[in-house]
């Protein structure tokens, strides 16, 4: 049972036509953890930030994989309403088994509306479990809800109490991992990351640990790690459950990024390295090698260059003598160009304008 994935247990044919009835025990052996919270969230928006919170804490931990498609992680959502000053709750109904951030959000508004109207219109608001109906944006009566009493609760003789004590809670609390809230204000903090860029870097686990693995290899500017990580390599990321496949390594994007560092290659370049690395082991510097791309730094080879870009467009070169100095990313450009972005972009900007206000 412990590896059962999905067994129907069929039972004899109850009638002439040969119907049977069916057990599916697609989820048995699954825990089930259910967290219940205090009556103090004051808005939809509220509601579903907060479970948004809850899914990153608990994937953090490893103990759930948030998936909300397949009923990993799913909100059972009590609403009520109250007229402006009165101290006492109203009366509670509960939505059951939403599945989505967005119809939690949907499904509380218009019951929270519902109830209202009803209030107003002098009735009262029946106890009772309610479905979200999604097609037709609305909730829908399930059933009437039990009083606590009317569960038919009774004790087990054969579950003891479970005692926790408080030397086993600070054991708990010490082997915790940085959570997503600690780890997004480091990201900000120490490594100056913006408020953004941290968000996205810790909305799964292995996201976050492919960057701070990458961040240890690369021992560069966080922020470009960062930046390169949003930009090129999440395009090709896919994650699956507490999972995620990378198109590339830690290792290889650490050198990419140093080979940029170093100056061998362009920001341009490593955009081209990386489309040749990504989803094979390859080394970032066997491609640069192999197709020649180490950045040219040689002065007096990019001065000929400069030079002969200037001859071959005199009548821009005029006008930006004249006092249209936009023009010099033209220049630039066009420098560019002729290499097939191997010149150092800080060489060509530094040739380009001693020529060009030489000759003003």
Not at 72 to 86: E, H, I, L, M, T
Not at 122 to 132: D, F, I, L, N, S
Not at 203 to 232: C, D, M, S, V, W
Request: glycine fraction near 8%; include cysteine.
């Amino acid at each position: 049972m412990d590896r059962l994935a999905r067994v129907l247990l069929e039972v004899e044919p109850l009638d002439a036509d040969g119907h049977a009835f069916a057990v599916d025990l697609n989820r048995a052996g699954t825990p089930l953890i259910e967290i219940v919270g205090e009556p103090d969230l004051r808005s939809p928006e509220e509601a579903s930030a907060y479970l948004r919170a809850l899914r990153d804490v608990l994937m953090f931990l490893g103990v759930n994989d948030g998936n909300l498609e397949e009923g990993s992680f799913r909100c059972d959502a009590n609403v009520s309403v109250r007229p402006a000053g009165q101290e006492a709750f109203g009366t509670r109904c509960e939505i059951k088994n939403v599945n989505s951030f967005r119809f939690v959000e949907k499904a509380i508004a218009y019951e929270i509306a519902r109830q209202i109207e009803v209030v107003r219109g002098g009735g009262k608001v029946t106890q009772e479990t309610r479905g979200w109906n999604e097609r037709d944006a609305r909730t829908f009566s399930l059933r009437s809800k039990e009083e606590a009493h009317d569960y038919r609760y009774f004790p087990d003789p054969d579950l003891p109490p479970l005692v926790i004590d408080e030397a086993l809670r600070e054991r708990t609390r010490a082997s915790l991992p940085e959570l997503p809230r600690s780890r997004r204000e480091r990201y900000v903090a120490k490594l100056g990351l913006t408020p953004y860029a941290a968000g996205v870097l810790t909305a799964h686990p292995a996201i976050a640990r492919f960057f701070e693995a990458a961040l240890a290899a690369y021992g560069g500017e966080p922020t470009k790690l960062a930046n390169f990580l949003q930009t090129e390599v999440l395009a090709g990321t896919s994650t699956q459950g507490l999972g995620a496949t990378f198109p590339v390594t830690e290792a290889q994007i650490a050198e990419l990024l140093a080979l940029v560092d170093a100056g061998t290659i362009s920001g341009k370049q490593a955009k081209e390295v990386y489309v040749a690395i990504a989803g094979s082991p390859r080394s970032p510097g066997d491609v640069v090698r192999e197709r020649g791309m180490a950045v040219v730094s040689d002065e007096a080879v990019i001065e000929a260059l400069c030079r002969r870009v200037l001859e071959a467009n005199a009548r821009q070169a005029d006008a930006y003598r004249s006092g249209k100095t936009g023009l010099f990313g033209f220049f630039v450009g066009a420098v560019m160009k002729e290499t097939k972005g191997s010149a150092s972009p800080a060489v060509v900007n530094a040739v380009l304008k001693r020529l060009l206000d030489a000759g003003s």
